[in-house]
């Protein structure tokens, strides 16, 4: 599967910047992308924090190893933690 990688820069609560990758399926809709990054968000308490545009943007395409095919099949969507991501 090939998957698009948006790379996501977003200020947390505590002044600190997460950055993460939202990866999901070659062709899924941005305004689609963004409601997965929301969703991410409120998960780990960062509600309320700005996502558009600005913090989250295309990067590329690339072939998606196994897990990460599995994870986008059952939920759409996977966060690739990178920086200041709770759970790390």
């Known amino acids: 599967m090939k998957v698009a990688v948006f790379d996501t820069y977003v200020p947390k609560k505590d002044g600190q910047t997460m950055h993460f990758d939202i990866l999901v ?3 899924t809709d941005e305004a689609k992308v963004f409601t997965y990054g ?3 968000l409120a998960s780990v ?5 700005p996502l558009s545009t600005t913090e989250c943007r295309f990067c590329h395409i690339e072939q998606a190893e196994p897990a990460i ?11 690739l933690k990178m920086e200041n991501c709770p759970g790390q």
């Open 25 to 27: 399926a070659e062709g």
């Open 45 to 49: 308490d960062q509600e309320g924090q």
């Open 38 to 40: 929301l969703e991410y």
């Open 69 to 79: 095919e599995t994870e986008i099949g059952n939920s759409g969507y996977y966060i």
